[in-house]
């Protein structure tokens, strides 16, 4: 693991497996969305609590941005708390960061019909 790399794990919620995604800073610290007293922030997470949440993996890219741009742009981006599911959330932040554009392969595979369920139930 190295500053800049875009790090994941995964686990499953509600019987649907899911990933976390966050910015490892290069200096013991990743930078993700976690949940702070309610909700959803752009915040420091010391590498070790990150760690803590299962086996961790690093997001390989054939094209991205330099390690201090990536975390440059994931420091930019702390402190915010305009999370969303669909359009928003910790893996848009993280691809983000590695390249400039927001996507998440999460979302990107939930067909329509089922994306708009969601966010009938979750608005």
Avoid at 8 to 13: A, E, I, M, P
Avoid at 44 to 68: A, I
Wanted: glycine share 8%; with cysteine; proline share 4%.
């Amino acid at each position: 693991m190295a500053k800049g790399d875009h790090l994941y794990y995964s686990f499953v919620f509600d019987g649907f497996p899911i990933t976390h995604h966050g910015i490892d800073c290069g200096d013991g610290w990743v930078i993700e969305f976690a949940e702070r007293q309610g909700r959803n922030i752009v915040t420091q997470t010391p590498l070790k609590d990150f760690y803590s949440k299962g086996k961790v993996y690093v997001k390989s890219y054939e094209k991205c941005d330099h390690p201090n741009i990536v975390v440059g742009r994931a420091a930019e981006m702390f402190g915010q708390t305009n999370y969303n599911l669909f359009t928003n959330n910790c893996e848009h932040l993280a691809t983000y960061c590695k390249t400039g554009t927001k996507f998440s392969i999460q979302i990107s595979i939930i067909p329509n019909p089922v994306i708009n369920i969601l966010r009938f139930c979750f608005s």
